[in-house]
């Protein structure tokens, strides 16, 4: 594992989900064949998962297995899904109806900003492609009946070129044109959220966090500046705007309020944050999620 | 991933929240990330020997959880980079802008060694979200030279303006003055072979480059 001479002191990412045995460690606890309506909730290895979403009042994210995209419960259980192929997944999150899914599809070189939703997070079905963009939606959020996705046009070296912003109203699914948001062009926005007020977006450069709010999603102010973070959740609270995300010096697992202190979250030094579903923060920790108070 | 606080023994400091910190980080990467960055830091070693050892790499990330090669832990920001004799380059002062052409052609050595194991790299000439550090990441992979690529154009353009005194607009737009410049660069430099099509002409293209950018030689 380590290389001779370097002090490599963790592997991550590779276990198996929680209370898993040799058959999920071994990658037979999935078949990318079964389909969705039948698959039994089995264990699975993710190197990767994205969102948060509730399912029947219980905590979910997507996984990526070696066998595509499965949905993980709490408890690390995790079933196939369809629908979702190969795609860029990139967040997830609960809305009216299921669960809502941004990221893109591949088209040859170029990457197609694409959403997905789905009633049951199982049965995935495209509603949405920006055809004509190179780039990727990154994160989704949603309130009430409206739903907002932020992401990037890319260069040929991936790289985002400029700001892409998503909305859903009764009509569906449309790209809408923003103001105030054009000094993040160069920037991966990492977090969106709504709530009474209008929506906070958080895209990430090479020293920290940039926050901004909008009261449609379409007309943005500059908030705040968080260095040394990657924020992956935001929430309006009664003390302010909450964070939660990754430390980019290092990437210890961190919180706080805009304007005020930070403190660490009690996981493990390697979680990634997936983001927050009311006071508690979910992680991905190798390979399992765990979850903490905020 | 894996989690490391130095590249093959050389120590990893993170200063945008301090400048001058030393304190050891628990940074993240892919092991086959790691192990790439084993490769460069012994290409900078070796490169740059005339510095004495390399002392530290500062960086501003490698695993980011943010969606992209950052967080698939494919990818690394350089800040800043120290030897022991004390000579430092330092993309987090704009280097690649400094009104001193050593400076400059130091930056333009590092940035020739990360183009010998990464296709992907990023610097203050590419985009203003660059101007204070290079990205190389997993992207794009093998290292070639592509007259399509905004980052290569842009770098082989500045390469001919501080070594060769071309005069060329640092657009990343690859037109019969850039090509004209980067035929007598390979001259200059006894490169044969196509840095287009080959990765092994490409990198030992780079090495060359990074020899002149360390000892501050035209060429
Ligand atoms: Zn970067």
Redesign the interface.
Known sequence: MTSSGSRLTRRSFVGAVAGLGAAAATGTALHGTASASTAAAAPAKVDRAVGLGLLGGAVHTLGRSAEGWVLVAADGTARATTGLGGAEVNDMTTAPGGLVAVGATSDGARSVPSVWESVDGLAWRRTSELTGLDGHLTVVGSYGSAALAVGASLTLERAPRQRIVVRRDAAGWALVPTTGLAYTDQWTASAVAGGADGWTVSTVDASGSSVATSPDGLDWTPSAQLVDVAVRSLATTGAGIRWVGNAMGGSGAVTGVVGADRRPVPVPQEAQALGTVGDRSYWLVDGRIVSATV | ?????????TPVY?W??NRGNTTT????AT?AF??RL?LWIRDLRSLSSAYGSVSYVVS??F???????HG?GTAM?IDHIRWSNGTTTSPLDRAHASGTQQIRRRYLALDAVARRRFR?V?DGW?????A??I?ADF??LPTTCET????DTKFVQAMCNNFMNSGLAVDGDWGPLTQSAFNTAKSRLAVTGDPHSSSSVWAGMMSKVAQKGFANQAF
Request: proline residues 0%; without cysteine.
């Open positions: 991933m894996i989690t490391f606080s130095n590249i093959d023994g993170y945008r929240t980080r628990n940074w993240n092991q790691y192990d084993v501003a990330g695993y980011v959880n943010k969606a992209g090669q698939a920001d992907f990023l590419y985009n203003a979200e660059h204070d550090h990205h992207g794009g399509g690529s905004e980052s």
